[in-house]
């Protein structure tokens, strides 16, 4: 199983960037899908996630300015950053909680990770 992150880059504050992950290989299904970030020096945390029903959630931090997204049929997952501050800057991840063929257990999948980076 891979996850393939991409659409990361240098933007000025209060632009627009949209990540995209998709992932790929042996799956029978897939769960939960998120975004996390972790900026130097800092620990990873959860930036959003949507479930195969489309919930959300999202940290206090990103409310109102990124919007999660994905589509099921592509095993791909969204993120639309708008308004973007330098604090936003970081390493973003996705995250996918999903069950192979074969396999019983759910488990947690991780992308490679792509920079984001909020400068003027």
């Known amino acids: 199983v891979q996850l393939q992150a991409s659409g990361g880059g240098l933007v000025q504050p209060g632009g627009s960037l949209r990540l995209s992950c998709a992932a790929s290989g042996n799956i029978l299904s897939i769960n939960v899908m998120g975004w996390y970030r972790q900026a130097p020096g800092a ?13 959300t959630n999202y940290a206090e931090s990103v409310k109102g300015r ?55």
Not at 43 to 55: D, E, F, H, K, P
Request: aromatic share 14%; net charge positive.
């Open 43 to 55: 620990q990873r945390g959860l930036v959003a996630r949507i479930t195969s029903g489309g919930s």
């Open 66 to 120: 990124f919007t999660i997204s994905r589509e099921n049929a592509k095993n791909t997952v969204y993120l639309e950053m708008n308004s973007l501050k330098p604090e936003d800057t970081a390493v973003y991840y996705c995250n996918a909680d999903l069950k192979t063929y074969g396999s019983t257990w759910w488990m947690p999948y991780w992308g490679q990770g792509t920079q984001v980076t909020v400068s003027s």
